[in-house]
């Protein structure tokens, strides 16, 4: 755990809140934890913290200390302080003569070439890459900035001076939670987190608390779990998948496949279990009896595999490089979506008529279902494991071998967010404002995202003579 999360108190909490509310006092910390330059200054800003929350300035600096040996941020607990004071401290967006653009943040300024006739969204992906604008806030790779409407061209603004939105992106981290090997699966539901593990168990985690509620076990390593309401389901390179009840921990259901089961879906209220296995097969099942109700065939492993049990869908991805739609009544195929390489993981959101797949090759593609067209290619450096939909932003989360957890927009492709991490990230798992990821370091983390809307104003002003 982040040592300064732990001093992090209801109390503490209470008086930072107090203290940014008082613009004179954020200003003075500002001065201090930012030299001339804008360089962010992390030890000025933990005597900053300390003032704050009215530690013992020993206790600050041996937390300091702790969180740099240990590699961790100190960044969730001063993250309210720099967020609330952003709201006072955002000047509006310039455009001089249609030349330059000039953002103003914290008093200090940042000129962006305007070449051309260039939109909103590309000018400020051109400020994302500055990193004068990242020192000054210190957010280096905590924030993305967004403006809308990101496809209006600057060129075309004549005289008029147009208002827009700046969102700015964030997280914290709410728990953290270890196995004795490697988290290969995690599922959010209902203020609890369920992990899978290398060590053969499964658990679930109270998120208030920390409390490990249920246990778990298979003979071999678990690699999918899934967790909805009082059930859970899992699946084991054992080659069986379970659904257990989480309240005694008791074994509901138990079917089988020829190879490793590398994924599970369950939806309790259809009663429908799905299982995908190294037999290159894909299984829907009575998630009570246990019953087979159909089988789906791949040329290859079947590494992921999603329920729409609304539109009656179901979606699988496999090693043979394709994603498949099928009908979740008939099993016939309904649609299928390429890569070029293995796809690792799947998503749906059957509202926007979306679906994701996440391959080897470092890429996510969003999908129209209805047109069967690619809309956006989403890019990682190193290959992504899985994806996670949060319907009410519009956003899908993506974890990936580069040691992070992305945030992007499916509407327009655009990214909103990373979330670095200590390793790569083999599982994500979202409900509501709560992110989740599988760690190879054998942690869970859960995150909540937040987000901020400021105001910009974009203005030409005349060229000079």
Known sequence: MDPLNSVMSVHHRRKLLQCVEQSMQVAEYFAEIFDASGSFQMEACVTVLARVLQLDPEEAQKAWADSQRKGLAFWPAFQSLLEMSLRDNVSPILV????????????RSVTVPLVGDVT???LLGSVRETTNIEGVLGLRDRRTWEVYPAERRLSSLGDAEMSLEITVYGSHKVIE????ERILGVSLNGGRLATASGDRTACVWDL?????????????AIYGVV???DRLATGSVDGTACVWEVSTSNKIAQVTHEGAIYNVALDAQ?????TASR?????IWNAVTGQLLMKVYHDDIVHGIVLDCERDQFATSSRDSSCVLWNLTTGRQVAMFPHAKTILGVAVESQAHRLFSASSAGTVKVWNTE???????LQHQDWVYGAAVQPHTQCLFTASDDNKVTMWSYDSGAKRMEIPLPSAAFAVSCEGDLVAAALKTGVAAVWEVSMQTLPATVRPTQSPA
């Not at 939670?177 to 004795?180: L, M, N, R």
Request: no cysteine; glycine share 10%.
């Open 208 to 220: 208030t608390t920390g409390e490990k509620i249920a246990l778990v076990r298979h003979r071999r």
């Open 96 to 107: 001089e003569g249609h030349r330059d653009v000039v953002v103003s943040l914290l008093g």
């Open 371 to 377: 047109t069967r067209q690619e809309v956006h290619e």
């Open 177 to 180: 939670v270890a196995h004795d």
């Open 279 to 283: 037999d290159t097969t894909a299984a």
């Open 227 to 229: 967790l909805d309401g």
């Open 270 to 274: 259809y009663e429908r279990l799905g």
């Open 120 to 122: 909103v969204e590309e």
